[in-house]
């Protein structure tokens, strides 16, 4: 009882002092703290198509790139307000996941990934021809409509908040539960009943949502945008890198994971160029000696088992 | 639209597909011998064009001179790499595999910036940039002699696969590891070595992507891309079908930006291979693995 107690009171000191943080707090820290719940939102999403349903994507370019592009669309030409637009991108990342769920999930496993990866290289390429989206320019958004940077902080602590507590709420929901008995092992699961097409497909659709309501909202906090960079590999990188690190199919991995990597960005600021080349070697590393990640190996120490009160998981 | 612009862009990208077939031949053979999906294939490759760059500046000598060199130095990076780097994790499945190929392209490719920059660079000789009119069609001499050396190459490690000892090994511990471990064969030393040959093909490639067109550190994801497109036409891991898949993908891409024009030249590709998976899953000549 104590224990829940204490569980409680933690957890609502943390919401205060979220919610008050950008009051208190200099722009250059809110802006990493924006960061950090942009990376949260990715990792959840990804870590839900990875960790859970045991789909490694290399395409989560790809869903955020088409929210962005979306939510910058629909508030320059049909003056959208930026939050339905963000959603509408969420929504389109969503319709494009469905209409390339029948041919990707030919791919099992390894050709998943590298579909993927293909999927979000193939729209890389689209829309820097495209005209119609401003081709390799981009777009830029319309500075008036763009609110106070607090605003987009909240905005994105919610999504983050949301996307995690979705995983959570996902599993332990009977989607959740087929989805464990597929990562566990896909054909037994399939044998016991679990519709595993249709499972995956659900997960495959929530996680392209987080990460294109992510990228529409990023793309109306930067102003402006291009097929360069919002379609970058990079996207994907930091974002299983960051699951990877924290602890790849947990719920606290992608936020712990997230906290590292932007500490390490910090870290390293002044060695800007070395950051990336750094960030692999560290991805590679952990691969082979941690492969369950920070918080695989936290949760394994005694004092987490006691404060989390039981034993398993 | 004329037929000498159709058949210019046939001939033109069936040439081509000589050059697509030496680049992807690694990416094929790391697949079909140990199931992995060598995402720092392009990599290898740009790597490839930049030591044939500098070496071939260097000493003043022919870049094709200066490939023999850069394929031998490869062979020992790629050797290393599957030693040191790819072996220990692939017990695990093939994720882990995959995410440590991913981590090494990322690496690779800053490296690239940091020594290199991001300035464009291609490798020039007196003969790079000329071409042949045949028939009033226009032929790059880069197209002939990657095509000429495509047959050469594809014919060689297919000779080596089935003829030689070390390429019977080899083609033992792709139908079946654990067996072949079992008949004395040293699986781990099989897979540095056929990764190690297929870094040193990149080296090739790699050559000849710097030859006939440019390259910026970022350049190998498309490559790569190519390979993938490459291999799921062709069958995974048949080195036959790997050529043909190259051919095909050449005279598509080359039709195609024809017609459509040359910017949506890459995604031809890309379209391609995802409607041949929702048609026959295995690739066009691919049987079940």
């Known amino acids: 009882m104590l224990r829940r107690t204490v569980q409680w009171v933690l957890l609502g000191l943390l919401i205060l002092g979220l919610v008050v943080a950008p009051h208190i707090l200099d722009r250059y820290t809110i802006f990493l703290l924006y960061l950090l719940w942009l990376y949260i939102g990715l990792a959840q999403g990804w870590n839900l198509l990875a960790g859970y349903a045991g789909l490694i994507s290399l395409g989560v370019a790809a869903f955020f790139g088409i929210g962005a592009y979306t939510a910058a669309m629909t508030v320059i030409h049909l003056k959208y307000h930026f939050l339905l637009g963000s959603l509408l991108g969420g929504v389109l990342a969503m319709a494009f996941a469905a209409i390339v769920a029948v041919p990707i999930f030919r791919f099992s496993g390894i050709y998943f990934a590298i579909g993927t990866l293909v999927l979000s290289e193939a729209l890389r390429i689209f829309m820097i021809s495209w005209k119609f989206t401003g081709s390799a320019d981009?777009?830029?958004l319309p500075i008036e409509k763009s609110p106070s940077f607090v605003w987009f902080y909240y905005l994105?602590?919610?999504?983050?908040?949301?996307?995690?507590a979705l995983v959570v709420l996902i599993l332990r929901t009977k989607l959740g539960m087929g989805l464990r008995a597929i990562g566990n092992n896909e054909k037994s699961a399939q044998n016991m009943g679990v519709n595993t097409f249709r499972t995956k497909l659900y997960i495959f659709l929530i996680s392209a949502f987080i990460t294109g309501v992510v990228g529409g909202i990023h793309a109306t906090q930067m102003g402006s945008i291009e097929p360069y960079s919002i379609f970058n590999a990079m996207w994907t990188l930091s974002t299983a890198n960051t699951v990877i690190i924290g602890g790849i199919g947990t719920v606290a991995g992608p936020i712990l994971g997230s906290i590292f990597v932007i500490f390490l960005g910090e870290l390293l600021a002044d060695y800007h160029t070395f950051h990336l080349a750094i960030t692999g070697v560290l991805l590679i590393l952990i691969i082979r000696f941690i492969p369950a990640g920070i918080w695989g190996e936290l949760r394994e120490t005694r004092p987490f088992r006691r404060l989390a009160g039981r034993t398993n998981r | 639209m004329s037929f000498f612009t159709f058949s210019g862009g046939a001939l033109n990208g069936l040439l081509l597909g000589?050059?697509?077939?030496i680049t992807a031949l690694g990416f094929s053979m790391i697949f079909g011998v140990m199931g992995l999906m060598n995402v720092v294939h392009g990599e290898l490759l740009i790597l490839g064009a930049y030591l044939c760059f500098?070496?071939?500046?260097?000493?003043?000598?022919?870049?094709?001179?200066?490939?023999l060199f850069v394929a031998i130095i490869l062979f020992a990076v790629g050797y290393l790499l599957q030693r040191s780097i790819f072996n220990p994790v692939m017990d695990r499945g093939v994720e882990p595999a995959l995410l440590t190929a991913f981590g090494l392209s990322i690496i690779a490719q800053s490296l690239f910036l940091f020594y290199w920059t991001t300035n464009s660079r291609s490798i020039n000789t007196s003969y790079s940039q000329t071409g042949l009119q045949v028939l009033g069609i226009h032929l790059p001499v880069m197209y002939l002699i990657?095509?000429?050396?495509?047959?050469?190459?594809?014919?060689?490690?297919?000779?080596?696969?089935?003829?030689?000892f070390l390429g019977k090994a080899i083609r033992a511990a792709t139908q079946d590891p654990v067996t072949a471990q079992v008949m004395g064969i040293n699986v781990k030393r099989v897979y540095a070595f056929?990764?190690?040959?297929?870094?040193a093909t990149a080296a090739l490639g790699g050559?000849?992507?710097?030859?006939?067109?440019?390259?910026?550190?970022?350049?190998?994801l498309s490559w790569l891309l190519k390979g993938f497109v490459i291999v799921v036409l062709g069958g995974m891991g048949s080195i036959v079908g790997t050529f043909a898949g190259a051919l095909l993908l050449g005279v598509v891409e080359g039709v195609g930006g024809a017609v459509m024009g040359t910017g949506y030249r890459d995604l031809i590709g890309l379209v391609i291979v995802l409607l041949v998976l929702v048609a026959r899953p295995t690739g066009l000549f691919g049987r079940a693995r």
Do not use: C, K, Q, W
């Open chain 2, 54 to 67: 500098f070496i071939s500046r260097a000493l003043g000598i022919d870049p094709f001179l200066a490939t």
């Open chain 2, 207 to 220: 050559a000849l992507i710097g030859m006939t067109f440019s390259f910026v550190p970022s350049s190998g």
């Open chain 2, 18 to 21: 000589g050059l697509y077939a």
């Open chain 1, 138 to 140: 981009g777009l830029a």
């Open chain 1, 156 to 164: 994105m602590l919610g999504v983050a908040a949301g996307a995690t």
């Open chain 2, 146 to 164: 990657s095509f000429g050396l495509s047959l050469v190459l594809i014919a060689g490690v297919h000779a080596f696969m089935t003829r030689s």
């Open chain 2, 194 to 199: 056929t990764y190690g040959l297929a870094a």
